[in-house]
């Protein structure tokens, strides 16, 4: 285990974990969006960029965000910009709960991602619907909504095992 | 009041202006920057077009590379389905060749006049261009159901063209790029084509549901209690974009189904698109000269041949049918004689049986009468040394009438 823990190429992977997984869900043709069951779909990059936001900031760049949201875009056929502008409007509220937690709650950070998702999804579906003219399904987007806000504790075990599993490599920097 | 005010403001501005360590921008300038890029896009500004160009062509490419150990454990999968259900849909699919074998020449025939009747009224359409092309991105986004192709303007795609799955429409062109370009399916909620529900050739606009399949639009009042499970739609040509007939999907409702809530199932999958035709049509340029006459003539005797071919294979059908009956009656009567054979067999043994019973009753009754008049010269006493009575020597002696 120390062995791994002092290889350099772990320690880079380390470092560069959250962004990998950022840029391959959002590049990816299969990404967690929409697995295919009916009425069943959810956001990673979200749970991913709010997660990584509030427990370690460093890992995700504003610039690797802005990138990300612009490949997003490419992918997914919207308008180029609007996912930037998405994702770092979810890093800023990500960055104003950290600013104002003195002692870290799973429960509290959970509600606020609700509430951080209830505003970007709105915005998302105000900008698409009344300026770009796009069609976009009401029961898609809530489902969407629902899953991602379900799933963001799920996923906080995970990233946070991952997180404990590497913990050796921010004591060994 | 004014201190948590203060905390606010100062959280806020932290948050979006103060640059972290490593960072080289503030949050809220890039947010602005998304901004400007948002609209300067949807304005087409020239520096922003190159730029999302470049993009494009870059994140397609890298997609494609990224999405390679998915694609390569999805195919993994589908083939050890495949193979799961390999007898099973062996089995349909062989009955099903046996049907369309004999369809398949009739198809021909309606093909071929369909052409010529479409040629007298002007209305037959030609491919123009054909070209054949890779899904690179098949994104299954809820927002947006299209693929994205490995042709672009390079290759003379065009704007508009349609996308063909094998003979079923999937979808049309409505991004082209030098190197790539962007299909919209027929599943996406923008997608708007106009329609023909057969048989009775009635109007509709098909969108997508968002999901897999479309819903019909703008229909008319008509009535679809008739033959609804054999309602197919396919593209009326209404517009100019699409030649008529190509066909698309099945109605799928029930009696109780409402007008305005029409589903199409469409015969493609297309979670499962990999090679793809895009085609675009013009119509065909021939008046009705001499030369069309000519090939009248020769598609006439090729259904005229078609026919006589059908036929004969209708003959051949039928006999083989009463062979088959024939077959059938003889096995039912070899059956029959085997069973009568068997119940022949039966009474046979149980008459033998019933005989030889017959034989050892007889010959016990003729023991019985000898040894009642020959017992005692056989029979063991004090006095003589013959035969213990129930021995096989003593049933002899008394058979010989007490002759030792």
Redesign the interface.
């Known amino acids: 285990m120390n062995n791994l823990r002092n290889n350099n190429i772990s320690r880079i992977f380390f470092e560069y974990f959250p962004l990998i997984l950022l ?2 869900s959002v ?4 990404d967690f ?4 069951l ?1 009425y069943f ?1 959810f956001n990673f990059s979200y749970i991913l960029i709010f997660y990584y936001t509030l427990k370690r ?2 890992a995700l ?3 690797s ?2 990138v990300a ?3 997003n875009d ?9 996912s ?2 998405l994702f ?2 979810l ?3 990500a ?2 709960l ?3 937690t003195l002692r870290p709650n799973l429960v509290k950070d959970w509600i606020f991602f609700l509430i951080t998702l209830l505003i970007i999804n709105s915005f998302s579906y105000i900008s ?1 619907v009344f ?2 003219e ?4 009401h029961t ?2 809530i489902v ?1 909504t629902l899953f991602t806000f379900i799933f963001y504790i799920f996923f906080t075990y995970i990233f946070h095992f991952i997180e404990n599993f590497f913990i050796g490599y921010r004591n060994a920097d | 009041m004014e201190q948590s005010r203060d905390d606010f403001v100062i959280a806020i501005r932290s948050a979006f202006l103060k640059k972290g360590a490593q960072q080289r921008f503030s949050l809220l300038g890039l947010i602005f920057f998304s901004v400007i890029f948002l609209i300067l896009g949807s304005y087409n500004f020239k520096v922003v077009d190159l730029v999302k160009i470049s993009i494009k062509e870059i994140v397609y490419r890298s997609s494609f590379i990224v999405s390679g150990p998915e694609k390569i454990i999805g195919a993994s999968f589908n083939k050890i389905t495949d193979h799961i259900n390999h007898y099973s849909s062996y089995k349909s699919i062989e009955e099903k060749l046996g049907k369309f074998e004999s369809k398949d020449l009739s198809n021909q025939i309606i093909m071929l006049e369909n052409i010529k009747y479409k040629k007298l009224v002007d209305d037959y359409f030609i491919k123009n261009n054909e070209i054949f092309a890779k899904v690179l991105i098949d994104k299954n986004s809820p927002f947006l159901r299209s693929v994205v192709l490995n042709k672009g303007s390079k290759n003379n795609i065009k704007l508009g063209m349609a996308v063909l799955d094998g003979e079923y429409l999937i979808g049309k062109v409505v991004e082209v790029n030098f190197f790539t370009s962007r299909v919209l399916l027929l599943s996406d909620i923008n997608s708007k084509i106009p329609v023909s529900v057969s048989p009775n050739d009635i109007q509709a606009i098909m969108s997508g549901d968002g999901k897999q399949n479309a819903t019909l639009q703008y229909i008319q009042g008509t009535d679809f209690k008739n033959n609804i499970e054999d309602m197919m739609v396919t593209t009326s040509g209404a517009g100019g974009l699409f030649k008529s007939g190509i066909l698309i999907g099945k109605i799928n409702a029930t009696e109780n189904t409402e007008l305005n809530d029409l589903n199409v199932d469409v015969f493609k999958d297309f979670t499962q698109l990999k090679y793809v035709k895009v085609i675009s049509f013009s119509k065909e340029e021939k008046a009705l000269d001499q030369t069309s006459k000519k090939e009248l003539k020769t598609m006439d005797a090729q259904i005229l041949e078609a026919t006589k071919q059908k036929e004969n294979i209708r003959i051949l059908l039928e006999e083989k049918k009463i062979a088959a009956e024939v077959r059938k009656n003889i096995e039912e009567e070899n059956s029959q004689l085997k069973n009568r054979i068997y119940n022949l067999q039966t009474k046979l043994l149980d008459a033998e049986e019933a005989v030889e019973e017959q034989t050892f009753q007889k010959e016990e009754m003729e023991f019985l009468k000898l040894n009642l008049l020959y017992g005692h010269k056989c029979r063991k006493t004090l006095f003589n040394k013959l035969h213990k009575v129930g021995t096989p020597e003593y049933k002899n002696c008394v058979l010989q009438k007490g002759k030792i």
Not at chain 1, 27 to 30: G, I, P, T
């Open positions: 840029f391959v590049m990816n043709d299969f969006n929409d697995v295919g009916k779909s900031k460093e760049g504003y610039i965000l802005f949201g612009l490949f490419v992918i997914v056929g919207l308008p180029m910009g609007i930037s502008l770092l409007l890093c800023g509220f960055s104003y950290r600013n104002i698409l300026i770009f796009y069609d976009i399904n898609n987007s969407n």
